[in-house]
């Protein structure tokens, strides 16, 4: 899936092409300061709870939001510049965008909202017309080309939007949870045709979203944002299998923890101690998948180290398995099947016996 | 994600897998239903329904039928008032068609008097409409949109022709307009231009008058409008001016078609106005509501139908509105 290895720290060298910036927005009590770099066909992905800044980040991009401070270029020119008093408007930037519900014009067909861009940039009305034509041709979407936007589906509405947003030959393409409001079914069909589009797009194409899978699928690298910062950044594999935060450690559904290792014995801040097998010292990070763990009636005869006496605090059905949420000195999730929750008769309140094999964690440096 | 073995405060706080959570982006309201809707309104359906009642849909639909109905135990309190109200609506139009002469009426209709009346207070109307909405809809829009210290201020002031008497809007338009007008002096003495007691002078007291309403309802249709459009319109490279013409306009079509019938209809109206600023001249600014007055004084008859084409009028714009303002009650 990747296809230029471009590493994320590279920001130090100004980039002739592709995306470069800094957003900084400052709005009363929230602030968002991102550094951003891409290069030409690279899809990158902002991924983070609601509220962390993403929509904003593309907002700024987009020039519907006016940075603080910072700076934003593109292909070598520079869009914003607030030291210098400098703004591309919004309608000047080779950016296009797709929006969370699209916001195709009602009243126009949907040829005629893909034909919007071309015309606002002086192409004749056929002419225009006859782009449009072929844009919904490449979606697919010959035989919509007359109806309006209420009259189509999620995912034909979806697939306008962004043969709106790439008619104008954007150099950025911005896409705002891009799947969201499509049903569970439609989501897998639009999402293959997405990542289609998005690997024959020749720009920077950036994308935000909730969904780990959707930003998994459809980008290069994932950038990691909470509160407004990043958090993380790296190819979607590196952060599924090293997540830095409990967000993103939830979002993969590893149990994640942070304490110092000395050898193969890391101490949690709260006192309890997980045997690894990687060798460290320092500061480190453990995951460990809810289903390594086993849960035990009895104190088990084993020899495994890590070894606790939780309480069951909670129980949800997790696909086809039970999600069992465990406290003590180890707060953990557990999968176990339905056949083993039911021999072990768990019940909120009930302690267990709780190991987990050292060769199922896995350790990093913070 | 349903919850087995729930008892009270057991929820995992943990979502971990790939599964979509909250659904609501960003902008919550505007967006169409997240990804978790449809589930949990399939999960609660079977949950909330009562095993007496299995099909709830076709429940619904029976009810909802009934509804429109006039149900019995309205309180008497409330019945009585409502229906004296009601009559005291209709009484007086049934008036009018009870003691309408009727058999003198085609002869009434056809007269020179009526029909020049009833022109120019057509045609008046009809300008003064196209100046509130030349000038109204801009401003509509500045009001919705534009930030500036002092709109609440602004606002007021459009308003304020709405709830200021008529005949005190004549008296204004006169200071202001008239040939010794703080403008209408100016307008005299530079381009020879008097507006007062022409036909003109009819056009700019009806719009004075009729704009506030055209105004308000642009303005309240354009507030409902979602901006984001706009937005979307400017990452597609247009204008913000392109942007309002080529997408806002049309959006908000229906809004201004309604004040702009809104305005006429009070522009055709207008009396009070219209006979300080523009006097009473049979022709040039005798419209149809100052020759019912003074026919009235004159030739009752003549007055009454002439009320009946100004009614047939009325009935037929609120006709023409039904579907936009019926169906929106």
């Known amino acids: 899936m990747t296809r230029t290895d471009a590493s994320p720290t590279e920001g130090a060298a100004l980039r002739t092409d592709g995306l470069d910036a800094r957003l900084v927005v400052d709005r009363g009590g929230f602030r968002l300061d991102l550094r951003l770099t891409a290069a030409p066909g690279e899809v990158v992905a902002l991924l983070g709870p609601n509220g962390a800044g993403k929509t904003t980040a593309l907002r700024a991009l987009a020039g519907l939001t006016p940075l603080t401070e910072g700076s934003l270029r593109l292909d070598g020119r520079t869009l914003e510049d607030p030291g210098n008093r400098l703004r591309v408007a919004p309608e000047d930037r080779p950016v296009g965008v797709v929006f969370q519900d699209y916001l195709l014009f009602p009243h126009l067909s949907a040829l005629d909202n893909v034909a919007f861009g071309p015309r606002c940039h002086g192409v004749p009305k056929a002419e225009a017309r006859a782009q449009a034509a072929e844009w919904l041709d490449r979606m697919g979407l010959t035989d919509r080309a007359g109806a309006k936007p209420r009259a189509l589906s999620g995912g034909q509405a979806q697939r306008v939007a962004l043969a709106r947003a790439l008619a104008t030959h954007p150099r950025l393409l911005l896409l705002d949870e891009p799947l969201a409001a499509l049903d569970a079914r439609t989501r897998l069909d639009v999402r293959a045709g997405l990542r289609r589009h998005l690997a024959a797009f020749e720009a920077v194409a950036v994308l935000v979203t909730h969904d780990p899978l959707d930003a998994m699928v459809l980008a290069d690298r994932l950038v990691v944002v909470e509160d407004g910062g990043i958090v993380q950044e790296g190819a979607p594999a590196d952060i599924s299998r090293r997540p830095r935060t409990d967000y993103i450690a939830s979002l993969v559904g590893l149990n994640l923890y942070q304490g110092r290792a000395e050898g193969h014995t890391v101490t949690l801040d709260g006192g309890a101690t997980i045997t690894t097998t990687e060798d460290l010292t320092g500061p480190v990070f453990v995951a460990f998948p809810p289903a390594a763990v086993t849960l035990h009636r009895d104190r088990p005869d084993s020899s495994a180290r890590n070894l606790w006496r939780l309480e069951v605090a909670g129980m949800e059905s997790h696909g086809d398995q039970i999600r069992v949420d465990l406290t003590g000195e180890l707060p953990l999730l557990a999968d176990l099947t339905t056949a083993a929750v039911a021999e072990l008769s768990l019940h909120p309140g009930r302690t267990v016996w709780v190991t987990l094999k050292a060769t199922q964690t896995h350790a990093y440096p913070a | 994600m349903t919850e087995r073995n ?3 405060g057991q929820g995992s706080g943990a979502e971990a897998g790939a599964g979509p959570n909250s659904g609501a982006g960003p902008n919550p309201g505007a967006g169409p239903e997240g990804p978790t809707g449809p589930r949990e309104v399939l999960s609660g359906g079977s949950k909330g329904r009562r095993p007496g009642t299995p099909r709830p849909g076709t429940r619904f639909r029976t009810a909802r039928l009934r ?3 006039l149900r019995a135990g309205v309180p008497l309190p409330l019945l009585l008032p409502a229906l004296l109200g009601l009559a005291f609506l209709v009484l007086p139009l049934v008036a009018l068609l009870v003691r309408a002469p009727w058999r003198s009426l085609p002869g009434q209709l056809t007269s020179v ?30 009001l919705a949109r534009a930030r500036f210290p002092g709109r609440r201020l602004l606002r007021a002031l459009v308003t304020l022709p709405l709830v200021l008497p008529p005949v005190v809007g004549g008296v204004a338009l006169l200071l202001a307009l008239g040939r010794n007008g703080i403008v209408g002096r100016w307008l005299d003495s530079a381009f020879g231009v008097t507006l007062p007691f022409t036909t003109a002078g009819v056009v700019v007291a009806e719009a004075f008058v009729a704009m506030p309403f055209l105004v308000i309802s642009v303005e309240g249709t354009l507030r409902a409008a979602d901006p984001r459009y706009e937005e ?10 392109t942007a309002f013409r080529r997408v806002t306009l049309p959006m908000v079509a229906p809004g201004v078609a309604a004040g702009a019938v809104l305005a006429w209809a009070r522009a055709l109206g207008e009396f009070g106005a219209t006979i300080t600023f523009a006097g009473n001249f049979p022709g040039r600014t005798q419209t149809m509501p100052l020759s019912v007055y003074l026919a009235l004084q004159s030739d009752p008859a003549a007055a009454i139908a002439l009320s009946l084409v100004l009614l047939a009028v009325s009935i037929a714009v609120l006709a023409g509105l039904r579907d936009r303002w019926m169906a929106a009650s």
């Open chain 2, 6 to 8: 729930a008892g009270p």
């Open chain 2, 67 to 69: 509804t429109p109905r």
């Open chain 2, 113 to 142: 008097a009526v029909w020049q009346a009833l022109r120019l207070s057509l045609i008046t109307a009809t300008a003064a409409t196209a100046v509130a909405l030349v000038l109204g809809v801009p401003l509509a829009w500045l």
């Open chain 2, 232 to 241: 979307a319109a400017t990452t597609l490279g247009a204008s913000r001016f």
